[in-house]
Antibody, heavy 113, light 112 residues
């Protein structure tokens, strides 16, 4: 079955950086575009970023464009989210997803001074 | 970016009765080949979201047929023919026709 396991979350100061990872299994990862979606505590879903199956195209939410970078390593079935210049409002549970195929349980990022 | 709105934001329902959620986009979601990338997601309390419907009306694998999606252009609807207890939670519409993708604010469904 489809498994998506996120990691790399934690507590960081404003202006800091984190790199999230998502290891995928149970589906054809190398031919699948992948998304990151986040959810602030008690709030709704916010789409964050997308990367095509071969990494040739990447798209970002306006709120993270220029600060976050999505990448992937198809040899490791892993997608990454490099988050720089973190802001308090980036505090969220970050999900890796292929939408219809499945979602991970998420990894929590807390930005606090 | 495309702004998604939903109504109602809160929907108390009676078990066995129908329910309907509306979703509107600030611009048409029809892309150049005629496809409309409008999806519906359900998130139960404490769980990750799950996609129910894609391209307006296509149910994902394993989604009960009491869920149906309809609409066109910029106005869409999710209907539950007979609400069951497991249907409680928050429902989100999402557009995937224009970058960046955007979600609606969510509709909270609970049992009266």
């Amino acid at each position: 079955q489809v498994q998506l396991v996120e990691s790399g979350g934690g507590v960081v100061r404003p202006g800091g950086s984190l790199r999230l990872s998502c290891v995928a299994s149970g589906f054809a990862f190398t031919t699948s575009g992948m998304h990151w979606v986040r959810q602030a505590p008690g709030k709704g879903l916010e789409w964050v970023a997308f990367i095509r199956h071969d990494g040739s195209s990447k798209f970002y939410a306006d709120s993270v464009n220029g600060r976050f970078s999505i990448s992937r390593d198809n040899s490791k079935n892993t997608v990454y989210l490099q988050m720089n210049s973190l802001k308090i409002e980036d505090t969220s549970l970050y999900y890796c997803t292929k939408f219809g195929a499945g979602w991970g349980k998420g990894t929590m990022v807390t930005v606090t001074s | 970016e495309v702004v998604m709105t939903q109504s109602p934001l809160s929907l108390p329902v009676t078990l066995g009765q129908p329910a309907s959620i509306s979703c509107r986009s600030s611009q048409s979601l029809v892309v150049s080949d005629g496809t409309t990338f409008l999806s519906w997601f359900h998130q139960r309390p404490g769980q990750s979201p799950r996609r129910l419907i894609y391209k307006i009306s296509n149910r994902d694998f394993g989604v009960p047929d009491r869920f149906s999606g309809s609409g066109s252009g910029s106005i869409f609807t999710l209907k539950i023919s007979r609400v069951e207890a497991e249907d409680v939670g928050i429902y989100y519409c999402m557009q995937g026709s224009h970058w960046p993708f955007t979600f609606g604010p969510g509709t909270r469904v609970d049992i009266k």
